[in-house]
């Protein structure tokens, strides 16, 4: 999972930074950071969001194809 990909998450379900930490279990600073470009998602991180959000392949695949569309 990209930043990109991780910031999008958060912006379609409609969540702040802050709800979207407390949702996932991160810090509001790590989503922050991530979302600037100054951190990575990790594999672990990346796993919170995707179980947070109910996310398998297929699902997270869908996402990456609609971000990817309007490039």
């Given at each position: 999972m990209t930043s990109n990909q991780f910031a999008m998450i958060r912006r379609v379900a409609g969540l702040?930074?802050?709800?979207?930490?407390?949702?996932?279990?991160?810090?509001?600073?790590?989503v922050n950071a991530i979302e600037r470009g100054e951190r990575l998602v990790t594999a672990r991180t990346a796993a919170l969001v995707r179980s947070a959000f109910g996310l398998d392949a297929d699902k997270l695949a869908q996402i990456i194809a609609v971000q990817n569309y309007f490039k």
């Open positions: 702040t930074r802050q709800q979207f930490a407390d949702k996932t279990g991160v810090s509001p600073q790590l």
